[in-house]
């Protein structure tokens, strides 16, 4: 697990762009910030659409920022919510896909660390591209 110095950076950084958040019909604005291998964090936040089922999680629109930017190897991923909830199964599932066993980091909307985890923790026995053969 990275150092508590690291995972208040992360916290913060998901903090500065919660208010970002496009969260007009649930009003559970998320925001996420990823440690990339190269010491740079990635941060993005939920958007919702009129048509529900197409709204995107902060965790996946972080990660397709990150790999926008041409990232491909992360350290750790800060979750900053109302009550620092944690991944969705279909986050579990693409976090584990492009980033691994990163750490992951809960926080509440006070900036206050609720709990610490990894993905290994979050999606045991995960398919992955190795299953692809
Ligand atoms: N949401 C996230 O962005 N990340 C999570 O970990 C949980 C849920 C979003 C999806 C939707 O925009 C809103 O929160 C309510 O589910």
Do not use: H, W
């Not at 199964?89 to 709990?115: P, T």
């Amino acid at each position: 697990m990275i150092d508590i110095n690291k995972q208040n950076e992360l916290i913060n950084a998901a903090m500065k762009v919660r208010e970002n958040a496009y969260a007009p019909y649930s009003n559970f604005q998320v925001a996420a910030a990823l440690l990339c291998a190269d010491g740079e964090i990635v941060s993005g936040i939920n958007m919702e659409s009129s048509s529900y089922g197409l709204s995107v999680c902060a965790e996946r629109n972080t990660i397709a920022t990150a790999v926008a930017k041409g990232k491909r190897d992360f350290i750790a991923m800060a979750i900053v919510s109302r009550n620092g909830v944690t991944p969705c199964g279909a986050c579990r599932q693409v976090l584990f896909d492009i980033c691994g066993d990163i750490d992951i980091i809960l926080g509440d909307e006070k900036g206050n660390i609720q709990d610490t985890t990894t993905m290994k923790v979050l999606l045991p026995k995960a398919f992955s591209r190795k299953d692809l053969g």
